[in-house]
């Protein structure tokens, strides 16, 4: 795996304005900006997406791809969807710019689970049929990552039938033993005046605010995209684009075997479209804003007879439109309440993993979606609840050979009970 290439900016030209970070209270960069050393790239990765727990990459029930922060920093990229998207067997998709979605193997964005330190990132439903282009602007920034987990294939035996296509995990940066802090800034000028210039900026901070007890790391991001002068007949131009992030995590420990993490995040994608610009001139002018806020509280324990992780958060995110010269449309709303509990138990020759997940989704605002004439009009709101429980053991046959068979439940209130298998 590399990532060594610089990232390719068409028509453009980009100012040496990044990497450009910085170290607060530090002595260095090196020593403080990282949650913990990174290790020789000669050893094998940990990794945590494949099972629920930590394991060597070589030994993941999945094919595993590990983007470590030294990869990130080396790749040149400014968004975890650029880096994700030169991942083997990921492809960026979309009729044009602006519905750009990342799939694995084929199967469309729907099918791809994203995850956030292990915790599922679920507002498409606020989108009316199209769904790319907007929740990899949802992304921590490059700053705030510590590493990005790629699998590939189905996991749904573990996660559901969102991930049938794979999961991509993201890591965030935990808190480091000194106050560090991080800045990138990069601009990119386009030689074409049909493309837009953009303008990006990062930050990262955190440290300790009682040794081995107490930590904060707060960070952001701001991306701006100037509309672009070119469209086609069968596709939009790049539209105007306006995206900003800002994420707050508080770590506890209250005991050494014992981690609590708190975690509040905000973004805002704004796009516009101005006719004869991005779009052609006989169409109307249009600003659409999605926003999204989420908060949770996690618990990992380490015990003498296995590991637990319990997870409670919600997510709330919003859909709103402004065609026709500013005159508001509709606003849809989507909330998610979610409850995720698992529990590691190794033995002599295999280690169990359980586990359970609670899901409350409600949708709101829908009633003028795809509306015709004579037929009953949309409800405008509706409450799906999803209960799973799962199951997962690793044999260890040899030394070389491990067999991991799990299976999974999931429960919905209209869709039924429905189990997925797994045999690796």
């Not at 975890?80 to 602006?98: K, R």
């Not at 997962?392 to 040899?398: A, N, Q, S, V």
């Not at 991991?404 to 209209?414: E, L, Q, S, Y």
């Amino acid at each position: 795996m590399s990532h060594s290439e610089r990232a390719p900016h068409l028509a453009g030209l980009r100012l040496a304005l990044t990497p450009f970070t910085i170290a607060l209270l530090t002595a260095g960069v090196a020593t403080g900006a990282s949650a913990q050393p990174i290790g020789s790239t000669t050893l094998s990765p940990v990794v945590v997406t494949a099972s629920g727990v930590e394991q060597q990459v070589k030994d993941a029930p999945a094919s595993m791809t590990v983007i470590s922060r030294d990869d990130i920093e080396k790749s040149g990229y400014t968004t975890a969807a650029d880096v994700i998207s030169h991942v083997e067997g990921v492809v960026t998709t979309g009729f044009d710019p602006n519905n750009k979605d990342i799939v694995i193997r084929g199967l469309p964005g729907e099918y791809t689970l994203v995850l956030v330190d292990g915790r599922r990132q679920n507002t498409r439903e606020t989108m009316n049929r199209g769904t790319g282009g907007v929740q990899y602007a949802f992304l921590p920034p490059l700053a705030a990552i510590e590493r990005i987990e790629v699998a590939r294939g189905p996991m749904s035996s573990l996660y559901g039938s969102e991930a049938m296509g794979g999961v991509i995990n993201i890591i965030t940066r935990k808190v480091p033993e000194k106050w560090s802090a991080a800045l990138d800034s990069s601009v990119t000028l386009q030689t074409d005046d049909d493309y837009g210039n953009s303008r990006e900026t990062q930050f990262w901070i955190g440290g300790p605010i009682k040794d081995d007890v107490v930590g904060l790391q707060v960070y952001g991001s701001y991306d701006d995209l100037t509309e672009g002068s070119n469209f086609y007949p069968s596709a939009d131009g790049a539209y105007g684009r306006d995206t900003r992030s800002l994420g707050l995590k508080l770590a506890v420990r209250p005991a050494a075997n014992q981690d609590v993490v708190l975690d509040v995040s905000t973004q805002r994608l704004t796009t516009e479209s101005t006719p004869g610009e991005s779009v052609p001139p006989d169409l109307d002018w249009f600003k659409e804003q999605h926003r999204r806020t989420s908060y949770g509280i996690t618990h990992t324990g380490r015990w003498s007879f296995g590991e637990s992780r319990i997870s409670l958060y919600r997510e709330d995110s919003t859909q709103e439109n402004w065609p026709k010269s500013g005159e508001y449309v509709d606003n849809r709303k989507l909330s998610n309440t979610g409850l995720d509990a698992s529990l590691s138990m190794p033995f002599e020759s295999h280690t169990l993993r359980f586990g359970g997940q609670f899901l409350r989704s409600e949708l709101s605002g829908i009633q003028n979606e795809a509306s015709f004439p004579n037929y009953p009009t949309n409800t405008d709101k509706v409450t799906l609840n999803n209960y799973a429980l799962f199951v997962e053991d690793d044999y260890y046959l040899t030394d070389d050979f491990t067999l991991t068979a799990g299976v999974r439940m999931d429960h919905d209130d209209r869709y039924g009970t429905h189990w997925s298998p797994r045999i690796y």
